[in-house]
């Protein structure tokens, strides 16, 4: 059995789909932070099968919620203080992303103009449908593992 120690403040992500902690690594820029951070792949889970946890001991401000919640909504936020965990915060999905996924349309202005960000706004909280807000191109579900 592994043991991966407890944190005294910090967050820990869990329930996160099995092999996509490194892609939320990623996007969440834990890589730039000077914190410590334990990435536990493939999990076993008695609701999911198999699950991926991120432990990160910095403050709990440092973490892009919206970001979190593109990425996966289904992720369990649970904060910690003291060695204990003293909220659960509920992931929604945000109304608006900037500079997590690109238009791929290549007639879109944000292909074109260099430095412009890129922005998409969610168009049907039902089906998670979101588009770019310049050209209206519909986001595909691969562009969230290429980013």
Same mark, same amino acid.
């Given at each position: 059995m *592994?043991? &991966?120690?407890?944190? +005294?403040?910090?967050? &820990?992500?869990?329930? !996160?789909?099995?092999? =996509?902690?490194?892609? !939320?690594?990623?996007?969440?820029?834990? /890589?730039?932070?000077?914190?410590?951070?334990?990435i536990?792949?493939?999990? =076993?889970?008695?609701?999911?099968?198999?699950? /991926?946890?991120?432990? &990160?001991?910095?403050?709990?401000?440092?973490?892009?919620?919206?970001? *979190?919640?593109?990425?996966?909504?289904?992720?369990?936020?649970?904060?910690?203080? +003291?060695? $204990?965990?003293?909220?659960? =915060?509920?992931?929604f999905?945000?109304?608006?992303?900037?500079? &997590?996924?690109?238009?791929?349309?290549?007639?879109?202005?944000?292909?074109i103009?260099?430095?412009l960000?890129?922005?998409? @706004?969610?168009? /049907?909280? +039902?089906?998670? !449908?979101? =588009?770019?807000?310049?050209? /209206?191109?519909? @986001?595909? $579900?691969?562009?969230?593992?290429?980013?």
């Amino acid at each position: 059995m *592994l043991n &991966v120690g407890k944190i +005294e403040e910090g967050f &820990v992500l869990d329930h !996160i789909k099995a092999g =996509r902690s490194m892609q !939320i690594y990623r996007h969440l820029g834990l /890589d730039k932070l000077d914190c410590t951070v334990a990435i536990i792949k493939n999990a =076993r889970s008695n609701v999911m099968g198999k699950k /991926d946890i991120l432990k &990160v001991e910095c403050d709990i401000d440092t973490l892009d919620l919206d970001v *979190l919640a593109f990425l996966d909504h289904n992720i369990t936020v649970n904060v910690i203080k +003291e060695g $204990e965990i003293v909220e659960k =915060r509920a992931l929604f999905l945000p109304h608006q992303i900037k500079d &997590v996924i690109k238009c791929h349309n290549p007639r879109c202005i944000s292909s074109i103009e260099q430095g412009l960000p890129h922005i998409f @706004y969610l168009a /049907d909280e +039902e089906k998670e !449908i979101y =588009r770019c807000q310049y050209c /209206d191109e519909k @986001y595909q $579900e691969s562009a969230k593992t290429e980013n």
